[in-house]
């Protein structure tokens, strides 16, 4: 249950957040996010292409993805973010220019 609402929980600052504890919540749900995609979506899709070996230990889902982005920010670290935001800007202009 905390894994799926840690988007909420994060973006809070009704909650006291150990890094620590995140870092391995993360890191656990990054792993079940990967058996679920690989075992269980990709097997029963019959449309999915071949995806070579390193691309299916990559499989994330978006709830891990975020967490990945976010956690730099609660550390104080927001670099990251930055810079997807400025390529978004560039990507934005670009498209309406």
Aim: aromatic share 8%.
């Amino acid at each position: 249950m905390i894994a799926h609402e840690m988007p909420k929980l994060i973006g809070t600052v009704e909650h006291s957040i150990r890094l620590d504890l995140l870092y391995g919540i993360s890191e656990l749900l990054a792993k079940i996010d990967n058996w679920w995609i690989v075992n269980v979506e990709i097997a029963i899709d019959a449309d999915v292409p071949d995806y070579t070996d390193e691309q299916l230990k990559e499989a994330n889902s978006m709830n891990a993805i975020f967490i990945e982005m976010i956690l730099p920010i609660a550390e104080g670290d927001d670099s990251k973010m930055r810079s997807l935001y400025q390529m978004w800007i560039e990507h934005q202009n670009k498209n309406e220019g």
